[in-house]
């Protein structure tokens, strides 16, 4: 069983920054895709952006230019940097880690964009 957490949400100016990160325990995910997804209120959980184990990268055209994926294996965590947010971007941010085997979502991390 893995566990995931993450963290860095908040509240944040439209043009501004945050950082999420993604621990996990209960196994490496040195094997996973890494993926971040979104929802917002009364919409679909969408995916925004998933790095591979062998660092491959996608970016839904919505975030793309804007976000930016990583992982760090040592660390057992996973990372999405977002820039120049955006009102739309306001969701709450779901980190899923993708074994064969099956996948595995954290709790969620509220951002909020808004002045």
């Given at each position: ?78 990372y999405l940097q ?5 009102s739309e971007d ?24 808004s002045s």
């Amino acid at each position: 069983q893995v566990q995931l957490v993450e963290s860095g949400g908040g509240l944040v100016q439209p043009g501004g920054s945050l950082r999420l990160s993604c621990v996990a325990s209960g196994s490496t995910i040195s094997v996973a895709t890494m993926a971040w997804h979104r929802q917002a209120p009364g919409k679909q959980r969408e995916s925004v952006a998933y790095i591979t184990s062998g660092g491959t990268t996608y970016y839904d055209a919505s975030v793309k230019g804007r976000f930016s994926i990583s992982r760090d294996d040592n660390k057992n965590a996973a990372y999405l940097q977002m820039n120049s947010l955006k009102s739309e971007d306001t969701a709450v941010y779901y980190c899923k880690a993708v074994f064969t085997g099956g996948s595995f979502w954290g709790q969620g991390t509220q951002v909020t964009v808004s002045s």
